[in-house]
């Protein structure tokens, strides 16, 4: 079920990123009760000011037309149950229907919203975590920055394009933070890579990554085959993927 929202704000966070805040009266009752939860952001159909809500026809929403909706999922950073409002960080690409989107919208504008989906179990008995991802993850990096247990260590490692989309963080004090510059025409996921190839991971660590399609597979194989990690350890979600 979607929720009809709309446009309350939109803040220019870094150059890749910008912050808009959804709001309206059909989202008394939503919560978001674990960290790197998602929700699906329905859009106007491009070239189209009005929202037309979509069928589901047992595979895909479709509008009236029989075209698919334009739906994008993301990581809601913040939901203000008092106000009725949802913030949702928006990465801008060279092009993209939701960065398009959130670069053109004023207040006022519509949208809807649905979720929230699965988040992220925190295990109480782990001895550490390990968090990696690109622009995309920063957003569910930053809730479970907020969820872990502040006596446990977390390495976090965030791969940018830029280093100007590096963002604030929320605070935990065990954290490390290390911000992976991408090389110029390297692969997405190759700085993550490499860094979390050299990182020591112990038995009872708790990883979570996050990022490009590709880059995941990558960094499955690499915990699954190559440490022999359990699959039980590690929560590996492709966010987005590589056109060709």
């Given amino acids: 079920m979607f929720r009809r929202v709309s446009v309350r704000g939109v803040e220019l966070l870094t150059p890749f990123m910008a912050r808009v805040t959804l709001g309206g009266e059909e989202l008394a009752g939503f919560a978001v009760d674990q960290p790197a939860a998602s929700v699906r952001l329905l859009l106007p159909a491009l070239g189209e000011t009005e929202l037309v809500m979509p069928t589901w026809n047992g595979n895909i929403f479709l509008l009236a037309d029989g075209e698919p909706a334009t739906i994008r999922t993301f990581t809601p950073r913040l939901f203000d149950s008092a106000a009725n ?96 510059d991408l090389p110029r025409g390297a692969a997405p996921g190759a700085a993550m890579l490499e860094t979390l190839a050299a990182a020591l991971i112990e038995p009872a660590t708790r990883v979570w990554a996050a990022g490009e399609a590709g880059a995941m597979q990558r960094i499955r194989r690499h915990l699954f085959e190559q440490l022999d990690l359990p699959r039980a350890v590690a929560t590996v979600r492709g966010y987005w993927k590589l056109r060709d």
């Fill in 85 to 180: 409002e949802l913030r949702l960080d928006v990465v801008i690409h060279e092009a993209g229907a939701a960065s398009d989107w959130v670069q053109r919208a004023f207040v006022g504008d519509p949208a809807a919203i649905s979720g929230p989906g699965r988040g992220y179990t925190v295990d109480a008995a782990a001895s550490g975590f390990v968090l990696v991802g690109d622009e995309t993850a920063m957003p569910a990096i930053g809730q479970l920055l907020e969820g872990l247990p502040h006596d446990r260590p977390a390495r976090v490692m965030i791969e940018v394009r830029q280093p100007e989309a590096r963002t604030d963080l929320p605070q935990h004090p065990l954290a490390k933070v290390d911000w992976l």
